[in-house]
């Protein structure tokens, strides 16, 4: 199965300030068809987990511009340009690239 | 609004079978895959099974195979999920989710999910 590795697995920030999640796969999520299956998913405490990327950098509807998405290949990054108190949570990335999909371990985010 | 909503979790003893259901609403059904995820208390996120919107093909993790067998009923807009010879590490909360335009490769909505719990 592939690895998803996410770090930090804990990010205390302060209001206003900027994060990053770094998520690291065990091979190339480069799909055959071109497409880079890469996910990135929000989970509020006591919540199912929404997702807030797809494909490493299209934004879903309705989540705010702070959020963007980059990378490629093996190497995905999640970037909140200001934190904002709504943003506490747990943040996954997921992989659609290699069936069984999987997800990393989870970036908690905190306010400092 | 999308909504999909899971029953059927609940207490079993080892070795026993439950039936998971997802009522799914505010989207055409039948247009899309559907698949079930699960997350033990305090662990990760672990994909279950996949399905394709006609009810083929059908995909599952290693420990659930032969086990579990995911099915669809799009006349009623539900999906299933059977479980048998459950198993302590089958204890988690299973979630419900709706394949984007990619399928589950981009899952793009999940219900609020229900707890099987499996302890003698």
């Known amino acids: 199965d592939v690895v998803m590795t996410q770090s930090p697995l804990s990010l205390p920030v302060t209001l206003g300030q900027p994060a990053s999640i770094s998520c690291r796969s065990s091979r190339s999520l480069v799909h055959s068809d071109g497409n880079t299956y890469l996910n990135w998913f929000q989970q509020r405490p006591g919540q199912s987990p929404r997702r807030l990327i797809y494909r490493v950098s299209n934004r879903d509807s309705g989540v705010p511009d702070r959020f963007s998405g980059s990378g490629s290949g093996t190497d995905f990054t999640l970037k909140i340009s200001r934190v904002e108190a709504e943003d506490v949570g747990v943040y996954f990335c997921?992989?659609?690239?290699?069936?069984?999909?999987?997800f990393g371990q989870g970036t908690k985010l905190e306010i400092k | 609004e999308v909504q999909l909503l899971e029953s059927g979790g609940g207490l079993v003893q080892p070795g026993e079978s439950l039936r998971l259901s997802c009522a799914a609403s505010?989207?055409?059904?039948?247009?899309?895959?559907m698949g079930w995820v699960r997350q033990a208390l305090g662990k990760g996120l672990e994909w279950v099974s996949a399905i394709g919107s006609s009810g083929s093909p059908a995909f599952y993790t290693d420990s659930v195979k032969g086990r579990f067998t995911v099915s669809r009923d799009n006349s009623k807009s539900t999906l299933y999920l059977q479980m048998n010879s459950l198993g302590d590490d089958d204890t988690a909360v299973y979630y419900c989710?709706?394949?984007?335009?990619?399928?589950?490769?981009?899952?793009?909505?999940w219900g609020q999910g229900t707890l099987v719990t499996v302890s003698s």
């Open positions: 997921m992989q659609g690239t290699h069936w069984p999909y999987t």
């Open positions: 505010g989207f055409t059904f039948s247009s899309y895959s």
């Open positions: 989710a709706k394949g984007g335009s990619n399928g589950c490769r981009e899952v793009d909505t």
